[in-house]
């Protein structure tokens, strides 16, 4: 049996997803009574309502349930990977990691997190251009799924994660495929920002061609390979995530660039835009390593309480440099 730990928008369309063909899903929720919920009505109300959930998934709100699965996708928010892995007592052979971010009291990726937590699982990444409800709607999507464990872990996991309209892709860089998701939430921020300003698509067009630029140096800096970064868990995953209020950090961004406070724009404790965690982190990486990274910088500034288009006159008159130049 294949488990779900995170009952998000996410995790819900996963796990229906994954029940789609009548097999059986565990999938743990955290908050109280959303498990029994999800059981009585087989729908999400809380996270993902539009969605009628399988019967063949069962919710549990018991970490310790999650120890009879063969395989555990989590889904839970990255600033929480570690605190839930700690309290989980056992953990099967393979563990897919499906968030999106670094940790940001550490600035260690999530499989160095879940590594530490769990040392005899193999981890796996699964990342790419997704959005929670067409997931659950049953629409065709394809994926990046990032083995650290090699061939033999993807022979084991594509047949359990794979169904007709889900399609995943083998690569074995799991850093690359962590890093591509990380750094497009962040960067759909910005995009927000031009849709909230209303600067118009070739702002839009022009941010995320030089926000990848950022993405790839940044990725191969810390070991990532450029072909991952290239394909649907780095170029693919940004394209859409900065094109869509579908994206909590679109959407996050669109916010700023009207006029709202970041703080204001953080309220909803219910949805998590991982970028604004991510950002202030990935900015001390950058740093460290000597990666020039001006777009994160400059959402960083927005999230500080900088005005937006103060800051993307700031972005526009930095000195003019040939487009491969590394800034």
């Not at 009291?105 to 990444?125: C, L, Y």
Request: hydrophobic share 45%.
């Amino acid at each position: 049996m294949i488990g779900v730990v995170g009952a998000g928008a996410w995790g819900t369309a996963l796990a229906q997803m994954l029940g789609s063909d009548g097999r059986e899903v565990l999938l743990w929720a955290l908050e109280d009574g959303l498990a029994d919920a999800i059981n009585a009505q087989h729908r999400n109300e809380l996270f993902l309502p539009s969605a009628e959930l399988a019967h063949s998934i069962r919710a549990t709100n018991d970490l310790a349930d999650m120890a009879q699965c063969d395989t555990l996708l989590m889904v839970t928010p990255a600033q929480h990977l570690g605190s839930v892995l700690g309290k989980m007592q056992s953990f099967p052979r393979d563990l897919v990691l499906c968030s999106k971010g670094i940790e940001q009291s550490t600035g260690r990726m999530m499989n160095d997190v879940a590594k530490e937590a769990a040392p005899e699982a193999e981890i796996a990444v699964l990342s790419g251009p997704t959005f929670a409800h067409e997931v659950a709607a049953g629409l065709p999507a394809a994926v990046t799924l990032a083995c650290g464990g090699g061939d033999a872990q993807w022979e084991r996991l594509s047949p359990q994660i794979a169904r007709p309209n889900f399609r995943p892709y083998y690569s074995d860089d799991v850093t690359g495929a962590e890093i591509g998701g990380a750094v497009k939430n962040v960067l759909a921020i910005a995009c927000g920002v031009v849709e909230g300003l209303q600067l118009g698509q070739n702002a839009r067009n022009a941010l995320i061609t030089r926000g990848f630029a950022e993405m790839l140096r940044f990725g191969v800096a810390l070991g990532g390979k450029p072909e991952t970064l290239n394909g649907l868990c780095g170029l693919g995953d940004l394209v859409l995530t900065c094109s869509s209020t579908s994206s909590r950090n679109f959407s996050l961004g669109k916010a700023l660039g009207e006029g709202m406070s970041a703080a204001e724009a953080l309220a909803d404790k219910r949805t998590v835009a991982e970028g604004a965690h991510t950002a202030p982190v990935l900015r001390d990486l950058a740093e460290k390593h000597g990666v020039s990274m001006p777009i994160t910088e400059a959402v960083n500034a927005l999230l500080e309480g900088e005005a937006a288009r103060d800051v993307v006159q700031a972005l526009l008159a930095r000195p003019l440099k040939a487009e491969g130049h590394d800034a």
